[in-house]
């Protein structure tokens, strides 16, 4: 799919040496990015995808979800079906518990917009395991601590349930309803979204699309809900979207999640953005004419939003600027060579690796209690292609093909013959061997480190060895390798 004309840095009045210093600074932190699209004026002036992702490979962006879900909000109160001060109750009067809580009468989508409900933590872990599946009665029931609209607190069980109300007031699964009034009409064609056991979408994060649909998203904001002359949105929505309904506290090392939140959009010190976990971002920036999205494995966007500021902004700020063609054709040949890195090309010793129990987790800093998947008896083997890496999952052995020192794209086919669309590398050297495993439609690589416990014995005990792994970022809301995928 491609939306959004294509241009030159230059011709657009983007400097190809600030991209390039954006570059350059995200790799000098060892900063791990997937993807890359800069659009001003509305044209395409710098694209980009690490391999083995790809331009055209769906992606879950996680919560930019949040910002399709207050879009479709939107679209609702278009059609006369919502009003912004409409009690939450109004909307679940079969799911209302026995005794509602004042404070609880008082919400309105505004505050679930806005996520100002009052709650001092997240009520969706509530929301999941509570009152037979029943979301609303759930979140209904969840006294807020605070005076409705007096705080922020990233509540993800105000996502979801604004999904429940257009799902209710519309009669449609969030996504039928969006296809013909916003997807359709943007061009977006690779949308697939994940459902709650109870069988509603999740509001609040499980969208997987391309890069492209993020950046499209953004310029109908940034074009105030109008697509190629035609009003998506309803008027005034895009402004009252985008200012700060409430300011943030509890992010205090995050310059830029402090400025505000608006209606599922996080405003920053220049212009706002959607913001999904790892930096899946749809940055708006309205005094450039600009949008920039990424798709990322960081621990922290802001960790992109500085480099965005330090590098890219310069580049957006100027009116003209005089093509540079040496300039140019460096930025085009970096573009078109970004990967993701892989481990040392191995060493002639080509003998396999088996280990005879369970891999050791590496947790990352302050991932305590993400998952990780129970992988047992890993073997790496050569083979033609390179290398075959071996595990047991769920007592069910599982094997996947590896590149020698390079990408190989293929898919892991589970025992259910659902297939999850993976690429893998693997090397050794001497005593150790690494793999690395892309779980191409997530944002997440799974690395694992094998080494024999004594690599000059003789016999078996000489291929025995022992493996850790790690992710590079934990994913969120899985529970087996076969959810790592659209």
């Known amino acids: 799919m491609t939306n959004l004309p294509r241009s030159t ?5 983007v400097d190809p040496r600030g991209v390039l210093a954006f570059l350059d600074g995200l790799e000098s932190d060892g900063i791990e990015m997937h993807s890359l699209m800069v659009v001003r004026h509305g044209h395409v002036v710098a694209e980009g995808w690490w391999a083995p992702y790809t331009h055209d490979r769906q992606q879950l962006v996680y919560s930019v979800a949040k910002t399709f879900t207050a879009t479709a909000v939107a679209l609702a109160l278009g059609e006369g079906l919502l009003e912004l001060d409409s009690p939450v109750t109004s909307f679940f009067p079969e799911s209302l518990p026995l005794s509602l809580d004042p404070k609880v009468e008082e919400l309105t989508l505004h505050h679930l917009l ?51 109300v257009v799902e209710q007031v519309t009669g449609e699964p969030l996504e039928d309803y969006l296809r013909p009034r916003l997807l359709d009409p943007l061009g977006i064609g690779e949308f697939v979204w994940s ?25 109908l904001y940034l074009r105030d809900g109008v697509w190629r002359g035609s009003r998506l949105l309803p008027e005034g929505w895009v402004a009252q979207a985008t200012q700060a309904h409430i300011v943030p506290t509890d992010f205090p090392d995050s310059p830029d999640s402090g400025v505000g939140y608006g209606y599922q959009l996080w405003m920053s010190r220049h212009g706002y953005r959607a913001d999904g976990a790892w930096a899946q971002l749809a940055m708006v920036l309205p005094d450039q004419d600009a949008v920039i999205a990424t798709t990322a494995a960081v621990p922290h966007s802001q960790l992109v939003l500085d480099h965005v500021w330090a590098e890219l902004l310069p580049a957006l700020e ?91 794209t293929s898919v892991l086919v589970l ?71 659209a």
């Open 9 to 13: 840095p230059a011709a657009q009045g």
């Open 114 to 164: 806005s996520m100002s409900t009052g709650h001092d933590r997240d009520t969706l872990p509530v929301m999941e395991s509570e009152l037979g599946g029943d979301m609303a009665k759930a979140f209904l029931s969840t006294r807020p601590q605070t005076a409705v609209g007096s705080r922020h607190v990233y509540n993800n069980g105000c996502s979801v349930l604004l999904g429940l």
């Open 195 to 219: 459902h709650h056991p109870s069988g509603s979408v999740r509001g609040s994060t499980g969208v997987h699309t391309i890069t492209e649909s993020l950046a499209t998203l953004g310029e």
């Open 318 to 408: 100027g009116a003209t600027t005089r093509p540079d063609p040496g300039a140019q054709r460096e930025l085009e040949a970096r573009l078109a060579a970004l990967t993701l890195p892989v481990g040392p090309r191995p060493s002639p010793d080509r003998a396999g690796w088996h280990t005879n129990g369970m891999v050791v987790v590496q947790r990352i800093p302050d991932a305590k209690g993400w998952w990780y998947p129970s992988l047992f008896d890993v073997g790496l083997q050569p083979i033609a292609e390179g290398w075959a890496l071996s595990f047991v999952e769920d007592e069910e052995p599982l094997s996947i093909d590896c590149g020698d020192g390079r990408w190989l």
């Open 415 to 485: 025992p259910d013959r659902s297939r999850v669309p993976i690429a893998a590398t693997a090397t050794a050297s001497g005593a150790t061997a690494t793999a690395d495993v892309v779980f191409l439609e997530t944002p997440h690589v799974l690395h694992l480190d094998l080494a024999r416990i004594d690599p000059k014995a003789e016999g078996r005990l000489a291929a025995l060895a022992t493996a850790s792994m790690r992710w590079n970022v934990p994913p969120l809301h899985h529970r087996s390798l076969a959810d790592l995928r």
